[in-house]
Nanobody
Framework: QVQLVESGGGLVQPGGSLRLSCAAS????????MGWYRQAPGKERDVVAD???????NYADSVKGRFTISRDNAKNTVYLQMNSLKPEDTAVYYC??????????????????WGQGTQVTVSS
């Protein structure tokens, strides 16, 4: 099976920075698009940023200029560098990825996976 394991969350003061990481492990053949989402209490889960295999990125308007998404395809890992953090960035951050798996017969299947979430709290 496949697991997405996130790390890097925590408590930071307004204006501070955090770097989130998300590594895919298990029976990974290759990975397509990857992204970060967040969910604040009482709100829906929204996309923060995403990145294609080729490195094309998209950002939510609320984080443009402050957050940077990147990936290391050799390590099956996606990162989210968060700068100039604001209290409204407080949320649980989730990693998401489209992952291809190949079985013993050589058949390839695409599935979408979520990480378990990591808490980011921005507060003084």
């Amino acid at each position: 099976q496949v697991q997405l394991v996130e790390s890097g969350g925590g408590l930071v003061q307004p204006g501070g920075s955090l770097r989130l990481s998300c590594a895919a492990s298990g029976s990974v053949f290759s990975i397509g698009g990857m992204g970060w989402y967040r969910q604040a209490p009482g709100k829906e889960r929204d996309v923060v940023a995403d990145i294609t295999v080729g490195g094309i990125t998209n950002y939510a308007d609320s984080v443009k200029g402050r957050f940077t998404i990147s990936r290391d395809n050799a390590k099956n890992t996606v990162y989210l560098q968060m700068n100039s953090l604001k209290p409204e960035d407080t949320a649980v951050y989730y990693c998401n990825a489209d992952i291809f798996q190949r079985n013993a017969h050589g058949q390839v299947r695409l599935s979408n996976y979520w990480g378990q979430g990591t808490q980011v709290t921005v507060s003084s």
